[in-house]
């Protein structure tokens, strides 16, 4: 891995109706409009406008109430400081810190605002720097807020986690051979802590990237070409041989592709969330507090998903308040970057920008996630001139801004009847209906002239329905709550007494049932029902019945089609009529 790529951050956190809007609403995945420009905050370093700059971290500034980006700007580290709308002051907002060539690549931020930022220095050694609030560094860190690590030569930035006065730092070095060893160490102070693995760092094995601390277990996540791995160390460094098999748990994917690496983990409740790349996909696994799969989260504790064919990077995760993780990937073959959101259970979540990914993103590279104000702020860089780049955070929405639908419907029509539907939205939003009818659950949009909120939010619209239907409203992305409407096949009629003694009913099925039989009954005089006769419903709906009663009866006729227990006893309009000769 390459010390310019920054590593991960760790997030510890415990048919139907289509609507054309009068107003436009954002939905989940879509970026902020109201942050930065088109939801983008872009910081330019015109003072090294082709030199390589990016965000790496973003994150709450407790201080102020402002927002804290955190990377590098050319040759130094850079803290940039713009309000909660995005805005940057050019002039009093961007702090350079660090010795020349200094390079951060992981930052966190303690309950003081002060912010811990690791990378490199100039010699590729390890080097770990304090800032305070003001952006000035800690001169009670280190004695001038900067602290090298000689014997820690870097080949990659891992993370950095602190836990009280105790920082811990991954990454990887080179062996001779120049194959990358993993490993952790344990700063206490400024200065390694000699009782941790052998001078104050321990090797994996593998690449070592996330770190977490999970109650007294620290969770390392990596990876070699055999696997994606978590390790559990205790405070001492030693294993924690309970955790999976002797302190260890690996993925792995029969796919085929280069299975590399667990990069990011966010811990919830009992277990950690960790993402990363399985061969061809990039994946998200649920592992319990003793290394073990959570069968019930995706495919044997596993959710696998890809965008396109080139394989992908995950570099980051965070959860929502719903539980939901959102994993910054990267297809560098396909030149493509997306937030991807994975449900609780596992699965892509495709109320979730288009099919469970954002790709609403101005970075050409996503370095660091957070979630502030219920939304998702991610850092990166961009392109700028011919050989650099641009700071830039980017905002996204993880659900819809817009007021919510509701739809009022009766449990029960007859077909054919007027009904009225009645329902909120938005002020002056325009609300279409679709319907998901049976039998073959096709959806249909309602005819008819759509619905138009007023300046309340209320709207309402008289459709006639024709059979049972699954009901929905929608304004944009927007849905209501699905309805479910009983209709029953509605029988019209005309009745008349004929000459002769002769009672005649006449009419049609709504939905056209050749074939079926319509009973054509009557109330007496006396209030009893009687059968008057039966008729066949012909292909286009009509049916025709012609019988003989007493003459001088008094009759209320009306027809019920067979099988059809909504519209019983009532049937079609009751017809009087008395018979003649």
């Not at 249909?444 to 209320?458: C, E, F, I, L, P």
Request: proline fraction near 4%; glycine fraction near 14%.
């Amino acid at each position: 891995m390459s010390p310019h790529r920054p590593r991960v951050r760790l997030v510890a956190c415990s048919a139907v109706l289509a609507l054309i809007p009068a107003v436009a609403y954002a939905a989940g995945g879509d970026a902020d409009p109201g942050f930065g420009a088109g939801g983008s905050a872009v910081v330019e370093f015109t003072t090294a406008p082709d030199d390589f700059s990016g965000a790496v971290h973003v994150q709450d500034d407790p201080t102020n109430g402002t927002l804290l980006a955190v990377g590098y700007a050319g040759d130094r580290i850079a803290l940039v400081r713009m309000s909660r709308s995005g805005v940057v002051d050019s002039s009093t907002g961007i702090s350079l810190v660090g010795q020349d060539k200094d390079r951060a690549f992981a930052a966190i931020a303690d309950s003081q605002g002060r912010v811990l930022l690791y990378g490199r220095d100039l010699a590729f050694n390890a080097v770990l720097l304090r800032a305070l609030p003001d952006r000035t560094l800690d001169p009670s860190f280190s004695s001038d807020g900067r602290a090298t690590f000689p014997t820690i030569a870097l080949s990659s930035v891992g993370d950095v986690v602190q836990d009280g006065e105790v920082i811990y730092l991954s990454g990887s070095t080179s062996n001779d051979a120049g194959e990358p060893i993993g490993f952790v160490a344990k700063v206490v102070g400024d200065a390694l802590d000699p009782a941790f693995g052998a001078g104050g760092v321990l090797t994996t094995g593998e690449y070592a990237g996330a770190l977490l601390i999970q109650g007294n277990q620290i969770l390392v996540g990596g990876g070699d070409s055999s696997g994606a791995t978590m390790r559990a160390f205790d405070s001492t460094g030693a294993v924690v041989t309970s955790f999976g098999e002797g302190g260890l748990v690996r993925l792995t994917d029969s796919g085929g592709g280069q299975t590399f690496i667990a990069d990011a983990i966010a811990a919830g409740g009992n277990a950690v969330l960790v993402s990363g790349v399985l061969g061809a996909n990039a994946f998200t696994a649920r592992i319990g507090a003793s290394g073990s799969l959570d069968a019930s989260y995706g495919d044997s504790g596993v959710a696998r998903f890809k965008l396109g064919e080139c394989p992908p990077t995950a570099d980051n995760i965070a959860l929502d308040s719903a539980g939901r993780a959102l994993v910054a990937l990267t297809y560098e073959g396909c030149g493509t970057r997306a937030i991807a959101r994975i449900t609780t259970g596992g699965q892509l979540d495709t109320s979730f920008g288009t099919g469970g990914f954002s790709r609403e993103l101005d970075a050409v590279r996503l370095d660091g996630t957070a979630i502030i104000d219920g939304k998702l702020l991610v850092a990166g860089s961009r392109a700028a001139g011919t050989t650099g780049s641009d700071f830039v955070v980017t905002r996204l929405l993880l659900d819809t801004d817009a007021p919510p639908v509701t739809l009022t419907a009766p449990t029960t029509a007859i077909a054919g009847q007027v009904v009225t539907l009645t329902g909120t939205a938005a002020p002056s939003a325009t609300v279409e209906l679709f319907g998901v009818t049976a039998p073959n659950g096709t959806l249909t949009r309602v005819n008819g002239t759509d619905a138009v909120a007023d300046s309340t939010g209320a709207w309402q619209r008289q459709v006639r329905f024709l059979r049972n239907v699954n009901l929905q409203a929608r304004v944009g992305n927007v849905r209501s709550v699905t309805r479910f409407v009983a209709v029953s096949t509605a029988v019209t009629q005309s009745a008349a007494a004929l000459p002769g003694c002769l009672v005649q009913s006449a009419g049609r099925v709504f939905e056209p049932k050749p074939g079926a039989s319509v009973f054509v009954r009557a109330r007496t005089a006396a209030g009893t029902t009687v059968q008057v006769g039966t008729g066949i419903v012909q292909s286009d709906g009509r049916y025709l019945v012609r019988k003989p009663y007493a003459c001088g009866a008094f009759l209320s006729v009306y027809a019920v089609i067979s099988g059809d227990a909504v519209n019983r006893p009532g049937g079609s309009p009751a017809v009087a009529v008395t018979t003649r000769r």
